[in-house]
């Protein structure tokens, strides 16, 4: 799979359909949670906006990497929850209308976001005289177009053809999933010959990210006293990312353009679903509560 066209044509394609999935499951009282439920989605952005990045920052400093791996991190760090944070919230038997909900807020916030955090870290990491900057501006309207159109898409198909929708969205997700891991296979593909050498430097931060950001999370929902399937909604919202976005934002031509970058969010991608999958084994066995939070 050649490079340009993964990054210039099948990535936008990929991640626009991921989006319009997440639409397609949204309403506009998902958006008005955050006045009925305020604690556990002010927990969750807080943990997810604030703390996961500080966690990515710790790591890519603690760990030896190469600097544009360690921007790569933060990259990842910055960017929202996805459609897979829903799904194992969904095996987990978590509150998966308070993850919708964290999704679909964080991914409103982070459009304005990632481009600041991920300028401070080229900054931190590369160098003060770093030419690879993301201009505010045209990278906002970019992420903007490349995510909030399409799930504002999915949302009208929704409010308009509900039965379509909800025919078309269990197509889409898995469809998905098959871009996603061709998106990994691309990236993998190309830089095959650094791969052992990468997976040895960025394998242990990404899956570190990955295991700290869900305890963290879930810890943070506990300490608020947040009810236990809100709890795994929160938990699962930290732990996982959007791993195509943040592969979208390293290596798009338009945005980072550096393949390099986007290794760890590809190999993230790989080892999310293996700690999803035990965190929705360990959380099916714990008995849920289902008070309602305290505003």
Not at 70 to 86: E, F, I, K, Q, R
Not at 152 to 166: D, E, I, K, N
Not at 196 to 221: C, D, E, H, K, R
Request: aromatic share 8%.
């Amino acid at each position: 799979m050649e490079s340009n066209f993964l990054t210039a044509v099948f990535l936008p394609l990929a991640l626009f359909v991921i989006m319009l999935g997440m639409g397609l499951g949204l309403t506009l009282n998902d958006f008005k949670r955050i006045a009925t439920a305020p604690k556990s989605v002010i927990v969750g952005l807080l943990a997810q906006l604030v703390m996961l990045p500080l966690v990515g920052f710790a790591l890519a400093s603690i760990f030896p990497l190469a600097p544009e791996l360690a921007v790569g991190v933060m990259v990842l760090a910055a960017c929202p929850g996805g459609p897979t944070s829903n799904m194992v919230t969904y095996l987990a038997q978590g509150d998966v209308a308070l993850s919708i909900t964290l999704t679909a807020i964080s991914s409103l916030i982070t459009v304005l976001t990632i481009p600041l955090v991920v300028n401070l870290s080229m900054r931190h990491f590369i160098g003060e005289n770093v030419l690879l900057q993301l201009p505010f501006i045209p990278t906002v309207v970019q992420i903007a177009v490349i995510t909030l159109i399409p799930v504002a898409l999915g949302m009208v198909l929704h409010r308009y053809t509900p039965s379509f929708a909800a025919n078309v969205e269990k197509g889409v997700k898995w469809l998905s999933l098959f871009f996603l891991a061709l998106i990994i296979f691309g990236l993998l593909l190309k830089e095959r010959a650094n791969l052992p050498t990468f997976f040895l430097q960025v394998g242990w931060v990404t899956l570190t990210l990955n295991i700290v950001s869900m305890a963290l999370g879930y810890g943070f929902a506990t300490l608020a006293k947040i009810n236990s399937k809100s709890t795994v909604a929160i938990t699962c919202e930290v732990g996982i990312q959007n791993g195509t976005l943040a592969i979208a934002v390293a290596s798009a031509p338009t945005l980072l353009n550096n393949p390099t970058m986007a290794i760890p969010a590809a190999i993230y991608s790989l080892l999310m679903f293996v700690t999803g999958a035990a965190l929705a084994l360990w959380a099916r066995r714990k008995p849920m509560t289902l008070d309602q939070d305290a505003a």
